[in-house]
């Protein structure tokens, strides 16, 4: 990989991101709105402040796999990849580049969404502020990165959107957000256990219950960030320049 390459595909990326408002709208409005309207439904309960952290890790996870996974097909279908990949610039340099894109996107993201939560919905957290932040930028990369594995299996942008169910409700439904990870049957608890986003909900509520979460966020944040990595890597390696 060559370091000037990734930054102009990021630059590049960010530029194209900057004049599509839909696209935007899609990842900074709709996770504060989805988080408001749990809020709502659950105002003067317990229960806003039980999950609220946890959806504040699975909302923007399940909207940057979706953006990140149509975004990265588009550039395939378009023949812009093909394009690319016959200049210097290597399947590895692609990656990044829209990983770096979106990853300054997720940390736009995260703020706005943490912050809506937080100060408008009135989300308790009893750890530290900067730790939910970190987390929820965390949980966007993920997305990023399992959207850009998910798109070297697509041919078409609405396989790239039928792939949301096959990446993210398993995991969605074993993540310990619906049950307990400790009450599911053995089998499925063990799958969990390999799940990122089960992870991402543990180091969500070690945040928002514990006042010193450090070292139980630190282990849930080393796997997503191996997640992340291995991602970013099988992406790479199953990445083709056109879509047949």
């Not at 699975?58 to 975004?71: D, L, N, Q, R």
Request: with cysteine; charged share 15%; proline share 4%.
């Amino acid at each position: 990989m060559n370091a000037r390459r990734t930054l102009v595909t990021a630059a590049r990326v960010l530029t194209q991101l900057r004049s599509d408002r839909r696209t935007i709208g899609l990842m900074l409005v709709v996770p504060c709105v989805l988080i408001g309207l749990f809020a709502w439904i659950f105002d003067a309960t317990p229960a806003f402040d039980a999950l609220g952290a946890s959806l504040l890790g699975v909302f923007p996870f399940v909207v940057m796999f979706i953006v990140t996974s149509v975004a990265t097909l588009r550039e395939r279908t378009s023949g812009t990849l093909e394009r690319l990949l016959t200049t210097p610039m290597g399947k590895g340099d692609f990656m990044m580049g829209y990983a770096l894109a979106f990853a300054a996107m997720a940390v736009l993201q995260a703020v706005v969404a943490t912050a809506f939560a937080v100060y408008v919905c009135g989300l308790d957290v009893a750890g530290p502020l900067w730790q939910l932040v970190a987390v929820a930028v965390l949980d966007a990369v993920l997305g990023s990165a399992l959207g850009l594995l998910a798109s070297g299996f697509a041919r078409t942008e609405f396989q790239a959107v039928q792939f949301m169910p096959a990446f993210v409700l398993p995991q969605f439904l074993l993540c310990g957000l619906i049950v307990s990870r400790d009450r599911l049957p053995d089998v499925l608890g063990r799958v969990s256990d390999v799940l990122p986003l089960s992870y991402a909900v543990d180091a969500m509520k070690s945040v928002t219950l514990d006042r010193s979460p450090g070292s139980d966020v630190a282990g849930s944040a080393g796997i997503i960030a191996l997640w992340v990595v291995a991602s970013l890597v099988l992406g790479s390696l199953t990445l083709r320049r056109r879509t047949a």
